[in-house]
């Protein structure tokens, strides 16, 4: 039977996504040890051959998951306005897609972040991700700014301040998921990083404070 190659990819993109959430379900469920690549497999009723065509490794399918996320959030920044300014263009794509996510109303994700940040295996993985994606919005703030990507630091450095600022975020968030709110903890951390980072008032020195 012929399928339409529209359809074709999304099975696949399913397909894909199933793997990834296999892969986590069984390591929160059993640990990360103890997962292999056919028991993933199994899960979602596919062959192992099937899981190694999507992905090298168990760690890898797990991080494909935020690396979704990251695909979003470079897809949102292109399709930003050309007017306006980068790093409201940068901020407002990746609020974007943290509302999207759901994120701060699901507590299953909150647990899924967490067990990524504390298994080194996978962190590892999601690291090497981020600079993927650093490196690919660097390329789309140089296109914005007729700056070269490769010898400039301007687009390098927006591109890593927006992502850490939003790490940075994500962490704070983490911490106490039920009374904090995640798209304003983002926009404050673009906000702070816009003015120059400001030492905050409660903790500006005085002259009596000051000893050489």
């Known amino acids: 039977m012929h399928i339409p190659p529209g359809l074709r990819e999304r099975k696949k993109a399913a397909t894909r996504r199933a793997l990834a ?45 935020v690396g979704d996320s990251a695909a979003q959030l470079i897809r949102g920044f292109r399709q930003r306005p050309a007017e306006e300014p980068v790093w409201v263009a940068l901020e407002n794509a990746t609020v974007e897609v943290a ?56 687009p390098n450095l927006q591109a890593a301040a927006a992502m850490l600022g939003t790490r940075s975020a994500v962490d704070i968030w983490l911490a106490d998921p039920a009374r904090t709110d995640l798209v304003q903890l983002i926009r404050q951390a673009f906000e702070q990083m816009r003015t120059g980072l400001p030492q905050p008032a409660s903790q500006n020195g005085t002259d009596e404070d000051v000893h050489p």
């Open 99 to 154: 509302a999207k996510s759901g994120a701060g109303n699901d507590p299953k994700t909150v647990q899924q972040l967490i067990f990524i940040r504390e298994n080194v295996p996978v962190l590892a993985h999601e690291l090497a991700m981020m600079k993927e994606t650093v490196d690919e919005l660097a390329r789309i703030v140089a296109e914005r700014t007729g700056t070269d990507p490769h010898s400039d630091l301007y």
């Open 21 to 65: 959430e296999a892969a986590l379900e069984l390591a929160m469920t059993h640990g990360m040890a103890n997962v292999t690549a056919e028991a993933i497999a199994d899960a979602v009723d596919v062959s192992p051959r099937t899981f190694h065509n999507y992905f090298s490794s168990k760690e890898e399918a797990i991080v494909s998951l």
